[in-house]
Structure formats: C-alpha cells, structure tokens
C-alpha cells in the first residue's frame, strides 16, 4: 500500500462550481479522499503533489464507447481503449455490445468484466445487446445480463426497427429497473446515406442521411417509452429537431434522457470538405444550426449526458472513398481538449456544465457511485493542465486507431494525472 | 542605355531598312514563284505580314499564314502556365508550296524546329525558307536563316526583346544584360 | 489580341466548382484551336509526346472512355485502358493497390470514372498523376460540362445572360450538378424541370424551378438539357412508368413542335433513350447539338489534358534501385 498523497496548491472545479476555487486534497494510503479543503499543510510521511497551476475535475465518465473486444481487436481491445480512456480522462467507461459476437449473454458480459478487470487501467462497464446477436428479432437475456454486470442495454449501431418487439423491450427492462438506450433511425431512410442530406451533400454528390430519419425514430421510441414506462435514453442526438421532441417529452412526464457527442457540438457538415473520412459518422455532423441548438441544449439541462461514441476503425477500413468508408471516429483522447480549447476556454461552456454531462450525470443514471470531492470517497479525480496542450499524433495516442478529424493537430490544455484510488494512472513524469 | 536598363540594338529605321531587304531579298531569289509566307505567333507574325505587304506593294501575289507553334514545343513540362494557344491559320494549301517562315529572332533554334514539324503535319511543301529580323546565336540545332535582317553577338543568358508597333506600341529591338536588371 | 495572361496549370481536373471562371473561359478558348486540328490531314499534335494516360473505368462508358482515349492520342499520348468491374473491386483499398500499380508504371495522367463520389479526388490524393474525374457517382462530370459549354458558345456565342433548361432525371446526375455549375460561373441563367422526386435537396437557389414543360418553355430557354434517365429509377418509386414520365416530362412531338418553332438548341449528354426523354424527330432536327456535343467533347478534353500537369514525380523508392 502507497503512502498517503496530498494534491495541494491546485484549482477545483465539479458539478456544482463552474468558477476554479482552490482545493487541496489529502488521499490517505487506501486512496480515500481523507481531507478536501483550500489548505492543507502537509504532515511527515506525506507525498506531497505540487498541483499549481492544473485544475481538479472528477473523473469523466464516458458511457458510449466502442472498445472492439470480442472480434475486432485489430480496431482497439479492451485494455487499449482502457488505456485511452485515462489518457483522455475518463475514469469510468461503458463499453457497447455491438461486438462480434454481440454481447448479448451473461456469460460474454461476465467475459468482458474479466478482461477490463485484468487488462483496463480504469473501471469497464459494459451494456448488453436488447436483442438477441443484435438482430432485432428477439428479446435478449436481459435479466441474466443484468445479474452479470450489465448497467443498461442497447442495439447501438442499429435501431430495433421492429416497434412491438421495442415496447416489449422497454417493459420487461422496466421490470428490472434497467436504463435502454437507443440508437435512433429509420433504416430505410438511411440507407445508402453517408452523410447529412442537405445542401453539403448536393455539393459533393454524397447520398444523404436526412435528418428527419433520426426524429422519427426518437419521436416513435419516446412514444414508446410514454406507453411502456421504462427508463428510456437517446444516444448521440444530433437535430435541432430531435432534441426538441425530447424536451417535449421530459415535459410531458417521459422517463428520458439523453447524450450530445463533442463532435456534434463541435463540427457541422460544413467541415466536410475533400471527402475526408474521419469526418463521416452515424449520425452524420449535421448543419451549423443544429451545432447551436444542441449547445443550447447542453446548457438548459435538456441534453443530460456528453458521451464520445469512440468508434475505432483502422486506418485500412477508413482509406476508402468516403461512401465505402465506415461511420464512426475515436473520441476519448479528443474530448477533453476539443471541448477544452473550442467551448470552455472562449467561455461558451462553463466546467459545471461539463462535468455535470461528462461526469455526474452518466454515473447518475447509471446507478453508479459518484466522482467528486466529497471527504470519505475514493479518490477519483483528474489533474488538467490549462496551459499544457495535447498533441494529438499516432505517438502520443493510446488507441489502436487514429481516425479523427484532430488528428495532427495541437489542441490547448492537457490531462496531465488521473487519480483513482491509491493510484497514479498516467505515471509520475509531474514538471 | 535607356533608363530600364536595357541595351538599344537596333532602332525603328534600322527595323525598316532590315525589313525591305528581307523582301527585296525574297524577289531577288524568287523572281516568278509563287510563294506562301508563314509568320510563328507573335512577333514572327507581324514580321511576316510587313514582309507580305511589301510584296504585295510591288505587285507579288503571295499567301499568308500564321503559325502557333505551342501544342509542338519540347518543354511543356516545365511551364508553369501554358501559353494561351491561338491557333494556327494557313489558308492555302500547304502540299507543294514554296514556304517562307519568319520569327523575329532566332536562338537556339528549336521554334524553328517546332514550326518544321507542325508544317508537315499540315501536308508536304515543296520547300520551306526562313526569315528572320535578329540572328543572336547559340544555336542547338541545325539551323540557318536564309533571309537575315542582323546579326547580333549576345551572350547565351541575354535577354533579345523585339518590338513591334503593332504589338508593343514602338518599333526597336534591345537587348538586357541579367545583371543590368532590377 | 486577346491575350489574357493563362491561369496557373492545375495537377488536377476534380470538379467544375472548384474552377474559378477564368480558368474556365480559358479552356474553352484553347478547345477551339483544338477542334480546328481535326481538319488537317494529320490530327495529331505532340504536345503530350511520350506521356502516358490511363483510362482507369470502375465503371462501364464506351462512349466516353473512347472520347478521351482520342483526345489523349491526338495530343501523341500513348494510352492505356483498364477497365475494372465493380464485382473485382468494391473496396477502395483495391482502389489504392490499382493505382499505386499503375504509378509504378509511371502513369503521367489518370483520366478516372467510379460509381462513388469522391474517389477520384482520392486517387488524385494518393498519385503524382494529373488525375481528370471523368464522373464520379452523383457528384461531377467536369469534362462533360466543359464539353458543353463549348458547343453552347459555339452554337450561339457569349453564353451571359443566356437560358438553358434542365430537364429529367436531376437527382442522380452528376451531369446535371456540372453542367448547371458551369453555366452558373458563365453567367447563364438556370431553370429545372423534373419530378420533385428526382430533384435533389440542397441545390443552390439560384435554379428556377418549373412545374410544367409548358410553363418552362414560356420562360424562352435558349437551351433545352434532356438528362438520361435510368430505366432502373421506375422500380424505386421516383415514377410510376416509363409512359406517364414522357407524357409528363419527356420533350414530346408537340413540345418539340414549340421548341423548333422558338429555334430552342436541344442537347443531351448521351445515350439517348428514345421514346422516354425524347422522340425520335429530334435527333434530325437542325438545332440538335447532341452529335456536336460528342465531336466536342474530343477538343475539350485535349485542353484539359494539354492544360494539366502532373506533380514532379517522386523519386524512384529504394526497391527499385537496389533490384537493378
């Protein structure tokens, strides 16, 4: 066992402080936050960690990532998308079931648990499918799944198309209390599309994904959810539109939530230029428009969770033309500083907000317990270093894949040290 | 030396006495043929056609053409921008006709030999001659004047500019050392 | 004269959008000379001696492939065509292994069709080559409005200020995109008629829309632009029949009647389907300019190829060199 750390001289910021405030904080040697206050002297047999200068957030909590293992381990594996997660600051991460094979069993999820905890520097929890191999034919074992460590299920990826086999699903989850999360499209709307319909599409000849595809998709399914009961949640929302029929249904008593990945605040369909494909995802980067309403969204409450949707594809599979190509780019390394350098840092997202959507609020609904400050808790937090940058290269990434619209780049500010426990994920190397 | 640094070789009355030689020249040797004259895009046109004028003030009934020679230049390659192409216009049968070309100064020869090559795709002339207003040397190929306005030593990275009323505003031909540019 | 200093050669011919207007004005200027050649008893030029173009089709077009294969010899180029069926390659990994071949072939110029838009651009990222998109799924087809562009200033001269119609099947043609983009940047006037099925959303607003051919001919087109429609659209519910679309849509005996009577040009892109977008008597009616379409399309893409230029070819790598 470590000897007891205290993070002194830094800046706090959580859920309930968007301004930073200056907090030490004190993690005896079973990594329990001991004492949090603005000074803390330190005692003899203390390691003190110099933090001046880098600001304290709780650890981030991702619950739409794409990890790949079963099946796709040339993509990412378990332990390297563990890996990015700390690197991007993420203490916490819910893998999606779309693997291959799908995770649709207590065994395969009982699998995955095994392999996070051997191989993920971070805690990997995982959803199982809602039906069976993800077909959409039949329910899944939805309550074996749960025993064995499931925190929610998904057909992410794919709609359950079939909308009598999606009620049933949202009742029998109810039942168990179980958050059912949804990919919303209508396939046959969809199909063919690679990216959003619109005037961008007409310019680069690129069959269209319109918008509506999705809104009536979130439209059917929170009627659905009205009908069922259920605990219902919208992944990935990317319409203006979409998000107003989900405010809608919160006002109206639907038991829902919802996520915005930082690509849809961040990029439109305006940044497709030259049929880049670390720039096509599902859904699509949608207008400018849409990019300021789901901000807005973001800063009322009516979008609850941020989520990456970290999709790795290897550089072969996104080599294509942009119609072959697949959808999907990496997000958990990006996140933070694309967030960091184009929203926070020009004051148009506060960190309460932030940490709220990419921390507390995922754990939340999850049934997960909470990173923050509070005396008594496991250490969970992460050190962020404003004035750092990260740069973004096939050096520095800890994922197996590299397809995102920032690769190359330098973006401002940088995780410089994730606390978890009594541990110290991201090495010593502190200047 | 005029104040743009260059060097006046020959001045409009030298142009005009050259050029009536050229064509008195051009009778002497041709005393009943009938001929064709063939100016190379720009000033080589411009020569020929005061060329042609003058025979056809002294009675000479001769054809006129123009040549483009650009889609035949051996350096295409290297240009960065491609001469806007103009055209070639030979209005007369160019199988069994007595040609004479004319450019305004040769060099190393190989517009002449562009312009050989694009005449024979046009058909088979019985002959072709050339005519040109400054002979500056450093050929590159095997290539002489039949008809000569001046001869002027240069040296190979010289600069040889001929201007012509009708395309510059001013008859003169001058010469830029590189070292006497801006 | 008119001597306009020449734009900057490009490595690429990708799409008309992305070509200011000049640079357009300027091969249309140099297609005329061109054109001019195919009267002399040798054709050919050697402007482009010793280089080396390869046709590279993923998908199949006779017409076209031969057009450039034409342009391309006429200007002393040796030819290559390699034609690549969709079922040999869907990928674009077998795309990259394909040209990164013919690159060590020393390929100069790769004229490239594919049934996906961007591909070309893709290829154009990954090769030295000049690359000409000669049609790429529903996005550009910039030859082919080059081509047209041409025969309209011919036919009628200064093309600002001019109409033409779009007619048929807009959606899924990239024709249409070049063709109404072209004539947009020589500041014509564009109008569309076509079921609003087959219009694409997203067009720019500057197109005015008819709801009747009558309705559009009133509006005095100079052109009339019938595009192919696929006989294959009718099983996707854009139409209920190939009948009801000519009766509807299709330039019929007495629309034709009116158009010849206003001296309307009527042009279409090829093959025609006779009977759906077209009848019969219009392919012998003076003002047709399809057959002058294709004889032009040999002159554009000379000035295409003449006016490109492939990017300093790399060094050769190590492998070679130490294998001779």
New interface residues.
């Given amino acids: 066992m470590s000897r007891p750390r205290l993070f002194h001289g830094g800046l706090a910021v959580d859920a309930d402080h968007a301004a930073p405030r200056r907090l030490d904080i004190l993690v005896n040697a079973e990594g329990k936050i001991e004492r949090a206050s603005p000074e803390i002297k330190p005692a003899a047999g203390v390691e003190a960690v110099d933090c001046t200068g880098k600001i304290l957030l709780p650890g981030l909590f991702d619950m739409h990532v794409h990890l790949r293992e079963p099946g796709r381990e040339d993509e990412e594996t378990i332990g390297s998308g563990g890996r990015a997660a700390a690197r991007g600051g993420f203490t916490g991460i819910v893998a999606m079931p779309n693997t291959d094979p799908p995770i649709d069993s207590g065994g395969l999820v009982r699998y995955v648990r095994t392999l996070a905890r051997e191989q993920s520097p971070v805690p990997v929890w995982t959803s199982g499918c809602i039906t069976k191999g993800r077909a959409g034919r039949q329910l899944a074992d939805i309550a074996d799944m749960q025993q064995q460590g499931a925190v929610m299920i998904t057909d992410d990826g794919d709609p359950v198309a079939d909308a009598y086999l999606f009620r049933r699903a949202l009742e029998y989850a109810r039942h168990f209390d179980l958050l059912v999360a949804c990919h919303c499209e209508v396939p046959e709307l969809s199909r063919g599309g690679a990216m959003n319909e619109g005037a961008r599409s007409y310019r680069l000849g690129l069959p269209g994904i319109p918008a509506c595809s999705e809104e009536i998709s979130i439209a059917r399914d929170l009627q659905l959810a009205r009908l069922a009961g259920g605990r219902i949640h919208i992944q990935h929302v990317s319409t203006a539109r979409g998000l107003e029929i989900i405010r809608r249904a919160k006002a109206d008593g639907v038991r829902v939530t919802c996520e915005v990945s930082p690509h849809h605040l961040l990029l439109s369909e305006d940044d497709i230029t030259d049929y880049d494909t670390n720039f096509k995802m599902n859904p699509p980067l949608r207008t400018v428009e849409d990019t300021g309403a789901l901000l807005d969204g973001l800063l009322d409450g009516s979008i609850d969770v941020l989520a990456t949707d970290h999709a790795p594809h290897t550089e072969f599979e996104k080599n294509l033309d942009f119609a072959s190509a697949p959808f999907g780019i990496i997000g958990l390394e990006t996140a933070l500083p694309s967030l960091f350098s184009r929203l926070v840092r020009t004051g148009r997202l506060p960190w309460d907000i932030l940490i709220r959507a990419f921390s507390r609020e995922p754990r939340r609904i999850l049934g997960l317990e909470a990173a923050d400050f509070a005396e008594g808790r496991p250490a969970d937090f992460i050190l962020f270093d404003p004035e750092s940058s990260t740069h973004l290269s096939a050096d520095t990434m800890e994922s197996k894949s590299r397809n995102t619209p920032f690769i190359g780049q330098t973006l401002p500010g940088a995780v410089v040290q994730v606390v978890l426990g009594a541990e110290l994920l991201l090495g010593r190397k502190q200047s | 030396m005029s104040e743009t640094g260059e060097i006046s070789l020959l001045a409009a009355p030298a142009i005009r006495d050259k050029i009536e030689r050229i064509a008195a020249q051009i009778i002497e040797t041709h005393p009943d043929h009938s001929l064709a004259l063939v100016g190379i895009h720009t000033r080589g046109a411009v020569l020929c056609r005061r060329v042609f004028d003058l025979l056809r003030a002294r009675g000479r009934n001769t054809s006129f053409g123009t040549l483009d020679i650009a889609l035949y230049r051996d350096d295409l390659d290297n240009l960065g921008t491609i001469p806007s192409i103009r055209g070639s216009d030979l209005s007369f049968p160019v199988q069994g006709a007595q040609i004479i070309l004319f450019d305004d100064v040769l060099f190393t020869g190989r517009t002449i030999r562009a312009a050989l090559d694009e005449l024979v795709d046009y058909g088979r002339p019985a002959r072709i001659e050339l005519a040109v207003l400054v002979d500056r040397g450093h050929r590159e190929l095997p290539i002489a004047p039949d008809y000569l306005g001046q001869s002027i030593p240069t040296l190979r990275q010289d600069h040889v500019r001929v201007c012509f009323r009708e395309t510059d505003g001013r008859d003169g031909v001058f010469l830029t050392h590189p070292a006497a540019q801006p | 004269?008119n001597?306009?200093?020449?734009?900057?050669?490009r490595k690429d011919l990708l799409d008309i959008?992305s070509l200011a207007p000049e640079e357009i004005v300027?091969l249309l200027?140099?297609a005329?000379?061109?054109k001019?050649l195919f009267d002399?008893?040798?054709k050919?030029?050697?402007?482009?001696r010793g280089k080396t173009v390869l046709n590279l089709f993923f998908e199949p077009s006779t017409r076209t492939r031969a057009s450039f294969e034409i342009a391309a010899k006429r200007?002393s180029a040796d030819v290559t065509n390699l034609a690549i069926t969709q079922s040999s390659v869907?990928?674009?990994?077998s795309?990259?292994d394909t040209v990164d071949t013919m690159q060590s072939m020393k390929v100069d110029y790769m004229v490239v069709r594919?049934a996906?838009?961007?591909?070309p651009?893709?290829i154009a990222?990954h090769t030295p080559a000049a690359v000409i998109n000669a049609g790429?799924?529903?996005?550009?087809h910039p030859t082919q409005a080059l081509l047209d562009a041409f025969t309209m200033r011919e036919a009628v001269g200064e093309l600002a200020g001019r109409r033409i119609l779009l007619v048929g099947d807009l959606l899924h043609s990239?024709v249409f995109?070049s063709v109404s983009t072209v004539a947009r940047k020589l500041e014509m006037e564009v109008g569309i008629f076509a079921p609003t099925t087959l219009i694409?959303?997203?067009?720019?607003d500057y197109m005015q829309a008819f709801n009747t051919f009558e309705e559009a001919l009133e509006w005095s087109p100079d052109f009339i632009y019938l595009l192919r429609l696929q006989r294959e659209r009718q099983a996707a519910h854009f139409f209920p029949s190939l009948r009801e679309y000519h009766h509807v849509f299709g330039l019929t005996r007495e629309r034709f009647l009116a158009c010849r009577r206003r001296g309307i040009r009527i042009m279409h892109p090829g093959p025609v389907n006779r009977g759906v977008e077209l009848v019969d008597e219009v392919l012998t009616y003076e003002h047709c300019l399809i057959n002058r379409q294709v004889e032009n399309g040999i002159a554009a893409r000379m000035a295409v190829l003449?006016?490109l230029?492939p990017a300093v070819t790399p060094l050769p790598d190590d492998k070679e060199e130490v294998a001779s």
């Fill in positions: 004269m001597t306009v200093a020449a734009p900057a050669r959008e300027f200027d140099s005329r000379p061109f001019d002399r008893s040798v050919k030029v050697p402007a482009l200007l869907s990928k674009g990994e795309i990259l594919h996906a838009a961007g591909v651009a893709f990222r790429d799924g529903n996005h550009a990239r995109r694409p959303s997203g067009r720019p003449y006016w230029q």
